[in-house]
């Protein structure tokens, strides 16, 4: 489905005035992805060694998330030598 026909089918549902809440709606739906992708990029850049960056320029979420999977990794192996 495209925007139009989403749209089109939201019209109804939306309260008055129509144009100051679509407005407001689209100011929210800009700052998200604005804050979102600015975000990942920083973290990106903060949390990902730079010689495995590279390997996920394509797919940055991707490369978090495989790098809080070894920190956890390395923190449960940790606390599982402490405890025993």
Not at 6 to 30: C, D, S, Y
Not at 34 to 54: E, G, H, N, W
Request: glycine share 4%; hydrophobic share 45%; with cysteine.
């Amino acid at each position: 489905m495209s925007g139009e026909e989403t749209l089109a089918q939201v019209n109804r549902e939306i309260e008055h005035p129509k144009l100051k809440n679509l407005e407001k709606t689209g100011l929210v739906i800009f700052i998200y992805s604005l804050l979102f992708t600015s975000l990942v990029s920083f973290f990106a850049v903060m949390i990902i060694p730079d010689k495995v960056r590279p390997d996920y320029f394509a797919n940055l979420i991707g490369g978090h998330r495989d790098v809080f999977r070894r920190v956890q990794r390395a923190l449960s192996y940790c606390f599982t030598l402490l405890w025993f």
